[in-house]
C-alpha cells in the first residue's frame, strides 16, 4: 500500500507538501498540485484515516453512547445523527452498554471507548451517571452533549424535553375521554424522565378527583415484553380498569398484542395510551395514541450545539421542544360495560396463558 512518502518521492516534492495536497490545507503552486495530483492516481494512494487525523489534528468523528443497541427508540435517533454526520462529511462511532459491570459503569466505559478512538465530541444517551463522573473527564467534558437528561454540571450542553408535560397530557387524553378507572405500566423508577411522565400524569388525576392511591400501577422495563407482562399481571388481577397509560411506546405495543391474546378488544373495552410517538406508534393494530416527544429536533439541536463547538459552525440550536397528543384509534370513551362483566356474562375467563419461562 503506498504510502504519503510513496506520493512525495514520485512528484519529486517534499513530504510537507505532499501533505499538504493531500489535507487541502496550505497553498501550493498549480503545477506542483497537478504532479502531487498525478502521483496519487498513479500509486492508487489512499491516506488512513489516522494519517488524516495527525495531518489535521481533528478525527472527523463523533462518538455517540446509547445504553442499548436494539428496540425501535434508539434505532431512528442513530440514523438521523449517521445521516446528519455524513452530510457534514463527518462519522459516527457508536458505544452501548455490554460488559458485567452496572449501568454507570457500562457508561463510563463506552465514553472511555469513543474518547480512546480519537472522536472529536460526544453525544451521550444515559441517565445512569453523576455529575462527578461527568468532571472527571476534565477538559473532555467541553465537547460532551447530553439527550434527554440534565447534569447540572454542563447544563448548558443538556438537551431533555418536559417529561412531566408529558404525562398531564397523556391524564388529559384518558380524562377527555370520561375514563376514571385507570391502570399504570411505568417505566423504571430509576429513570428521572419516567419518574416525570409518571408524576405528571399522576399529578393531572388528582386534580381531576381520582384516588391516584387506589390505582394499580406497575413497574416494567421499557420494553415489549415487559409491556406484555404487566398487562397479564393486569388482566390477572381483580382490578378493574377502562385505558392504561404506558410510560414509552415499546410497553404498549406489548400491552396491546397481550390484549388481543386475551380477547380483549381496544379502543371498544379498554383503551390504551403510549409515550414517545415513535414510528411504530403509526403501524401498531390498532394505531396506538401517543404523546409526541420531538425526538429528532431535540437530536438534531444537541447534535448542532456540538458541531459548532467542535468545528466552528453556526447550526441554529432550539432549547424548547413541543410535546403533544398524537390521536390515533387506541383510544376511545370509555366502556359503559368492563370486558370482566362481559366476561362473567357469558362464564369466561380472559384467554391469555401465562408463558412458562424455560
Not at 404523546?291 to 429536533?297: C, K, S
Request: aromatic residues 6%.
Amino acid at each position: 500500500m503506498a504510502t504519503i512518502k510513496d506520493v512525495a518521492r514520485l512528484a519529486g516534492v517534499g513530504l510537507g507538501t505532499a501533505s499538504r495536497v493531500v489535507s487541502g490545507k496550505g497553498s501550493v503552486s498549480p503545477a506542483t498540485l497537478e504532479r502531487v495530483r498525478k502521483a496519487i492516481e498513479e500509486l492508487d494512494f489512499r491516506p488512513s484515516h489516522a494519517a488524516r487525523s495527525l495531518l489535521s489534528g481533528s478525527s472527523r468523528m463523533i462518538g455517540v453512547y446509547i445504553p442499548l443497541l436494539k428496540g425501535t427508540f434508539y434505532m431512528p435517533i442513530m440514523q438521523a445523527i449517521d445521516t446528519e454526520l455524513r452530510a457534514e462529511g463527518l462519522h459516527m462511532v457508536v458505544a452501548f452498554g455490554v460488559g458485567a459491570g452496572d449501568v454507570r459503569e457500562q457508561a463510563i466505559d463506552g465514553i472511555n471507548f469513543l474518547i480512546e478512538r480519537g472522536c472529536d465530541g460526544l453525544i451521550l444517551m444515559s441517565n445512569a451517571l453523576q455529575d462527578a463522573d461527568i468532571e472527571n473527564l476534565g477538559s473532555k467534558k467541553t465537547n460532551l452533549v447530553v439527550l434527554n437528561h440534565r447534569y447540572d454540571c454542563i447544563a448548558d450542553q443538556c438537551f431533555t424535553a418536559d417529561h412531566n408535560l408529558g404525562g398531564r397530557m397523556a391524564a388529559q387524553a384518558l380524562l377527555k375521554q370520561k375514563h376514571k378507572k385507570i391502570a399504570v405500566i411505568a417505566g423504571p423508577a430509576s429513570a428521572p424522565d419516567n419518574v416525570d411522565r409518571i408524576g405528571g400524569f399522576m399529578h393531572e388525576l388528582e386534580q381531576a378527583g381520582i384516588d391516584v392511591k387506589k390505582m394499580w400501577v406497575a413497574e416494567s422495563n421499557f420494553a415489549p415484553d415487559g409491556g406484555w407482562a404487566s398487562a397479564q399481571e393486569l388482566v390477572e388481577s381483580a382490578y378493574d380498569f377502562t385505558a392504561v397509560f404506558c410510560a414509552n411506546d415499546e410497553m404498549a405495543i406489548g400491552a396491546l398484542s397481550y390484549f388481543q391474546h386475551a380477547g380483549i378488544a381496544v379502543p371498544d373495552e379498554v383503551s390504551v395510551v403510549g409515550y414517545d410517538d415513535t414510528e411504530t406508534a403509526s403501524f401498531s393494530a390498532p394505531r396506538l395514541s401517543s404523546v409526541h416527544i420531538a425526538w429528532r429536533e431535540m437530536t438534531m439541536s444537541g447534535l448542532s450545539f456540538l458541531l459548532n463547538r467542535c468545528y466552528d459552525l453556526q447550526r441554529p440550536v432550539q432549547r424548547k421542544f413541543p410535546v403533544s397528543m398524537t390521536w390515533r384509534s387506541s383510544v376511545e370513551k370509555a366502556a359503559r360495560t368492563s370486558f370482566r362483566k362481559r366476561l362473567s356474562q357469558v362464564g369466561s375467563e380472559p384467554r391469555g396463558e401465562r408463558v412458562s419461562e424455560e
